[in-house]
């Protein structure tokens, strides 16, 4: 029987909440304290049993999940600080928490492990990258990457790149919202149906998803896969090389780094 706590229960800590509730079952004791009453309310009736102070969820769970926005990490540290023992693992989901921070604000032997996951956790098909802090056993790492499993896939990161991988898969999401949204008004420009044709790029999405991972190609190898010598792929590929998508995903990718060290504790 584990014992996992919540610190926060918005979208992701709800979510990861209920891929436990599927995988764990009732070998897994799952409590929660959220300022908002109704979202305890409701977890209540999935089973997850509400606690009155972030305090109390240190005293009750071997596992504590801090749910909250980074901006939130200041005020709900101090209130956790002297319930933080050797016995609790705190698991971080939120950008730019540093291992050091957490440890700063409780005792030099807390258990840590850092955790960046993305928001299609919510259906079952989440990309998370964890890293395991130093004071923490190889055991009980293993046990907090199984509960993020429940909702996708995971990688084990360095701590030390943490910061570099929300591009990659936390923020990354929303990147590809836009990068979609300009094939989508493309289509609705020329009078394709808005719907289908975000059905057709979306599946299109998926479906090169798995080639990058399934084909056993490498990423240029699928790209010429594509690309018929004078067709259309070659042709709006030289549209991309020309704008230089690359570089501005680099670019992307340095600002949302830049932002997470900027956010960092």
Known sequence: MIKVGFIGTGNMGGAIIGGILGAFGSSAEIYAFDTDSEKLSALAERGVKPLSSEGEVCDMCKYVFLAVKPQIFDVVMPRIADHVTEDNV?????????????ISMTFPQAKTVIVMPNTPFLLGEGATALAKGKNTS??????????????????????DKMKEIIAINGSSPAFIYLYTKGFVDYAESVGIDRDAALRLFAQSLIGSAKMLTDSGKTVDELIKMVSSPGGTTLAGLDGLYEGKLTDVAADCCKRCTKRAYELSK
């Open 90 to 102: 705190i698991v971080s989901i939120a950008a730019g928490i540093t291992e050091e921070y957490i």
């Open 138 to 159: 190889d055991e009980e790492f293993e046990t907090v990457k199984q509960i993020f499993c429940t909702g996708g896939i995971s990688e084990v990161i360095p701590m």
